[in-house]
């Protein structure tokens, strides 16, 4: 807190999209910690499946949300009216959340039991949808290993090529990043494919 103040250092954080899902605990709003210097974006993309409406909103610190109404005026008119209702409704309904949750949790725990099988690293994480994936040391790079996947009809994400050098070293480099969005049968169909791949 004391250098975000001596620095004048703004901490912006995408927490919306991703703080629904968790497995076990939910996780704290960095808002709940301080609002001074920070901002979260909260999208409806991934809560409430609505990708295409394009809603959410920002909230923090009332400086910093006073250069974004500013900001945003410049910009556009807003989100038409009919996808505002939408929001609302959607964001008045928790039960469906949970219900992805769970669906995610279902699908994370298949990709879980069958990486155990097969004696890889196991890719725990409490929340998001997704998996990061150690691949096998033998394979040793990400983006061959997704090609590798790819020609299987798997889709895969180098981890690679979503993170940034740092000091020559790139954290991405030897994983690969699963999305659990697909269905619960198409989770079910990669899974039976990717064991006939590696048992």
């Known amino acids: 807190m004391i250098g975000q103040k001596k620095y004048n250092i703004i901490i912006a954080s995408d927490e919306g999209c991703y703080n629904?899902?968790?497995?076990?605990?939910?996780?704290?709003?960095?808002?709940?910690?301080?609002?001074?210097?920070?901002?979260?974006?909260?999208?409806?993309?991934?809560?409430?499946?609505?990708?295409?409406?394009?809603?959410?909103?920002?909230a923090g610190d009332s400086r910093i949300i006073e250069g974004f109404k500013k900001l945003k005026t410049g910009i556009?008119?807003?989100?038409?009216?009919?996808?505002?209702?939408?929001?609302?409704?959607?964001?008045?309904d928790d039960y469906h959340v949970e219900l992805m949750r769970q669906e995610y949790k279902q699908k994370r725990e298949i990709l879980l039991k069958l990486f155990k099988n097969l004696h890889f690293e196991k890719p725990v994480s409490d929340a998001t949808f997704y998996l990061w994936l150690k691949i096998p040391l033998h394979i040793g790079d990400d983006i061959i290993f997704s090609n590798m996947l790819l020609d299987k009809g798997i889709i895969?994400?180098?981890?690679?090529?979503?993170?940034?050098?740092?000091?020559?070293?790139?954290?991405?480099?030897?994983?690969?990043?699963?999305?659990?969005?697909?269905?619960?049968?198409?989770?079910?169909?990669?899974?039976?494919?990717?064991?006939?791949?590696?048992?």
């Open 156 to 199: 895969v994400t180098p981890g690679s090529m979503i993170a940034e050098d740092i000091n020559h070293i790139n954290p991405g480099k030897g994983f690969v990043r699963m999305a659990l969005v697909p269905t619960i049968d198409k989770v079910r169909e990669a899974a039976n494919r990717l064991n006939n791949i590696f048992k």
């Open 76 to 92: 556009d008119s807003g989100s038409p009216n009919f996808i505002q209702s939408a929001a609302i409704t959607a964001l008045k």
């Open 20 to 58: 629904e899902f968790y497995f076990e605990s939910k996780p704290r709003s960095i808002l709940e910690v301080t609002k001074y210097g920070v901002i979260t974006f909260f999208s409806l993309s991934k809560r409430n499946n609505m990708t295409g409406y394009r809603i959410g909103f920002v």
